[in-house]
């Protein structure tokens, strides 16, 4: 055989150039990824950049926007109904986050020794897996002052027809209580996969070390576990602040007085009830911010009290 015929023989049976394969992959990595990419610039970079325009302009859904500058932003930093959204809706996350977390790490601790595991956790986890809206309509029975609450500490204890979700002094304590029910059964799963990374031989040696049951759960269990509580803590703040499906149908529109008014319902009160869009922008930047200024707060918080290991 020539040298010639060798040569393209060799060229016909060797693989395609590395670059050639780069490129296939390239293109089907982008292929799988236009949905995704697709769907994120459609739903979320196009409409925040449309509100972050917004917030600058007077706008109340028809014509064109009217520039009008930071009035918007003075507007909304002066007005007590914000503040009490803020402050509604940071009790809200204060309250039912250190709970919630606390709450979760103990149920978890417990089911971890137990048998039928598997069963407990599908009952805790069922509310996660239930419509919030179904949910809140529940509670909303519960909580009526001739409601199953109500009735249980009337006879229990004695105490005098409670109306949760009409008093003004009780509808965020109503509403801070469901909030930590319905994500209980979430928190509980993620530790309890936490607590599975815990060597035994860890717990066993501070045991013979003296170390009793409440020693080894402060001092071993809860410092093992501070990265996934830290990470929680994160993820359910800003669910925190976001929180709006409970306060509009559990306590019917932000409940009496604005007692449960939120700044998520603050937003939608201003944009989807008064047409009030350009207000509406500028409140939910003021949430982002807020945000972001909790979880950056988060973040340099976590060099003290979560420990890595290795």
């Known amino acids: 055989m020539s040298t010639t015929a060798v040569r393209r023989t060799a060229e016909e049976t060797s693989p395609p150039p590395r670059k050639t394969w780069r490129a296939k992959d390239r293109r089907w990595g982008m292929l799988f990824v236009a949905p995704q990419a697709i769907g994120m610039l459609v739903f979320t970079i196009i409409p925040f950049i449309f509100a972050f325009i917004l917030a600058f302009t007077e706008w109340n859904g028809f014509g064109l926007p009217n520039y009008v500058g930071l009035e918007n932003f003075k507007d909304q930093l002066t007005s007590p109904l914000l ?3 803020i402050l509604n809706t940071l009790i809200i996350a204060v309250v039912t986050v250190p709970i919630g977390l606390f709450l979760s790490i103990l149920v978890a601790t417990a089911l ?3 048998k039928g ?3 407990y ?3 805790f986890f069922a509310p996660v897996v239930t419509s919030l809206v179904a949910i809140a309509l529940i509670w909303q029975q519960i909580l009526r002052p001739d409601g199953v609450l109500s009735d249980f500490l009337s006879r229990t204890f004695g105490l005098p027809t409670i109306d949760w979700l009409g008093d003004p002094r009780l509808a965020l304590a109503a509403v801070c209580m469901v909030t930590i029910w319905s994500s209980l059964g979430l ?4 530790f ?3 607590l599975q990374n815990v060597s035994p031989a860890v717990l066993e040696a501070a045991e013979i070390d003296g170390a009793g049951i409440i020693s080894r759960f402060f001092k071993v269990i809860l410092p093992l576990l501070s990265p996934i509580i830290f990470y929680q803590s994160v993820v359910a703040f800003i669910s925190s602040l976001q929180t709006f499906d409970l306060v509009f149908i559990l306590v019917n529109n932000a409940g009496p007085d604005n007692a449960t008014r939120t700044i998520v319902y603050h937003i939608y009160d201003l944009g989807f009830a008064k047409s009030q869009f350009g207000i509406s922008s500028a409140a939910s930047i003021i949430l982002l911010l807020l945000t972001l200024l909790i979880t950056a707060a988060q973040f340099a918080a976590q060099k003290r009290f979560v420990h890595y290991e290795g």
């Open 112 to 114: 971890n020794k137990i």
């Open 121 to 123: 956790m599908v009952l």
């Open 192 to 194: 309890m996969a936490g």
């Open 187 to 190: 928190n509980v799963v993620i």
């Open 83 to 85: 503040g009490k959204s």
């Open 117 to 119: 595991r598997p069963f």
